[in-house]
C-alpha cells in the first residue's frame, strides 16, 4: 500500500521447468513494510525464503496464489499458463488492488491498472514477496510430487531440466506431471511413437 493505493506485486515460479505446475502469487503489503532480505527469490537460501514467507503471509494485507496445470500449460503455451496463474492469483486477494505490479515485460489483463517492471522482484518489495510465495508454494509441490514420483527426483531439482533429470526421463519414461508441450519431453514421446 503507497499514499492510500493497494498496490499488488505479481510474481511466478515454474516457468522453466519440465514439469508441475506453473505457480504465481500476489501481495499487497502495508504501507511501509520492511523486511530485512527481502530480495529476488532465487537470490536466497530455501530456509531463508522459507522464513520469509511465513513473515509475509502473517504481515501482509491480502496474499493468494494461483496456479496453471500441466494440461493447461500443454493446451495454452507456458506464456498464457503464466499470465493465467497470475489472473488466477490477483483475483483471489480478500483485498482488490487499486494497481499491479508485475514481475517481468507484460502483464495479464486484469481488472485494475498494471504494470509491468523488468527485474521487479529485485527492486519492488511486494514484487520481491510474490516471488518468494510463489516458489515457496511450488517448491513444496514438487517435494509432494516426488513423494508420488520417486524415480524422477523432484525435490531435488523441482522439475527444470538438469541432467539428472533428463536421464530420469529416458529410463523411466514421461509420468503425467511432465509437460508434453516441452522440448525434451516433446522428442521422448515422438521417438517412444507416443
Keep these: 500500500m ?8 505479481v510474481d511466478e515460479a515454474g ?13 499487497i503489503l502495508p504501507e511501509g513494510f ?28 491480502a496474499w493468494s496464489l494461483g496456479r496453471a496445470e500441466v494440461a493447461e500449460i500443454d493446451r495454452l503455451n507456458i506464456l ?13 486477494l480478500a483485498a482488490p488492488p487499486d494497481r499491479v505490479l508485475v514481475d517481468g515485460n507484460r502483464c495479464p489483463d486484469l481488472p485494475c491498472p498494471a504494470e509491468a517492471i523488468i527485474k521487479g522482484d529485485a527492486t519492488v518489495p511486494a514484487i520481491s514477496a510474490a516471488s518468494i510465495l510463489a516458489k515457496v508454494a511450488r517448491d513444496r509441490e514438487m517435494v509432494e510430487l516426488d ?21 530420469a526421463l529416458a529410463e523411466h519414461g514421461v509420468s503425467p506431471v511432465h509437460r508434453r508441450s516441452f522440448g525434451p519431453v516433446r522428442r521422448l514421446l515422438e521417438a517412444a511413437g507416443s
Design 34 to 61: 520492511r523486511l530485512e532480505g527481502l530480495a529476488d527469490s532465487k537470490q536466497l537460501s530455501e530456509s531463508r525464503r522459507e522464513a520469509l514467507a511465513e513473515r509475509i503471509r502473517a504481515e501482509a494485507i
Design 80 to 92: 498464457q499458463a503464466t499470465m493465467l496463474a497470475m489472473q488466477r492469483a490477483v483475483a483471489g
Design 2 to 9: 503507497v499514499g492510500g493505493i493497494r498496490t499488488a506485486g
Design 147 to 167: 513423494a508420488r514420483y520417486p524415480q524422477y527426483q523432484l525435490a531435488r531439482h523441482k522439475g527444470y531440466p538438469t541432467r539428472a533429470h533428463l536421464q
Design 15 to 27: 516457468r522453466g521447468p519440465l514439469a508441475g505446475p506453473v505457480v504465481a502469487a500476489a501481495v
